[in-house]
């Protein structure tokens, strides 16, 4: 029997999905990265080689959908605010965007990598997509980098990330309304989902009950 995914706008609404939740597969594997997971991804990214590593880092970052990433340009990285600006391209409409703040580390690796001031100040330049790859090459890299932090499974996949960023940002105390914002979620029911996801907390809660054994 399938899982049952909150979709509505009301308490009261839900829809039957064909097999899935929104973290677990049919067969009840995880689909998102935990935070050790998660770090050794980032680590194992920094050894990659520059273009691929400042693309995976990106990825985990921001959050953002593998396609959102490929579709970046020098000019939507703003190196001031320390934001990235994203295209919304799972919208209906294009010109949707949303912006996600990044590290400064990551801002820096950026700059030095693919030059950012420079291209944005060049016209031939600042349109040009940050990594002209493919999406099936993009996939390729974050598969290798997944294998090289020893990540297997269901989880190990840019939606693994993305799934991650939610799950991590949430337990860290983001605020779910920002949380919303930067995944770029139509509806705040979706992000909602990521509360299910057990933390730290909750198994700081566990431990306290079983000591009552």
């Keep these: 029997m399938g899982y049952f995914v909150y979709e509505g706008k009301s308490n009261s609404t839900y829809t039957r999905t064909s097999g899935a939740s929104f973290l677990y597969d049919v067969e009840g594997n995880r689909k998102y990265l935990t935070q050790s997971e998660r770090t050794a991804f980032l680590a194992a990214a920094s050894r990659m080689l520059p273009e691929v590593s400042t693309f995976c880092l990106t990825l ?33 409409r294009r010109g949707v965007y949303r912006a996600v703040p990044i590290p400064l580390a990551l801002i820096k690796e950026l700059e030095r990598v693919h ?3 420079a291209a944005t100040q060049d016209s031939d330049r600042a349109n040009e997509r ?17 294998r090289l932090a020893r990540i297997a499974g269901t989880p190990a996949s840019p939606k693994g990330l993305r799934h991650a960023f939610g799950v991590g940002a949430l337990q860290s105390g ?3 309304n920002l949380v919303r914002k930067w995944l770029g979620h139509a509806r705040l029911s979706t992000t909602e989902i990521y509360t299910n996801a057990v933390g730290d907390e909750e198994h700081a809660i566990a431990d306290r009950f079983w000591r009552t054994f």
Aim: aromatic residues 8%.
């Design 60 to 92: 985990a970052y921001t959050g953002a959908r593998i396609s959102e990433v490929l579709a970046l340009t020098s000019q939507r990285i703003d190196t001031s605010a320390r934001i990235v600006i994203i295209e919304s391209l799972k919208k209906r």
């Design 130 to 146: 940050l990594w002209c790859w493919s999406r099936t090459t993009a996939w390729s890299w974050i598969k290798t980098c997944m």
């Design 174 to 176: 983001v605020p779910i």
């Design 115 to 117: 030059g950012l001031r």
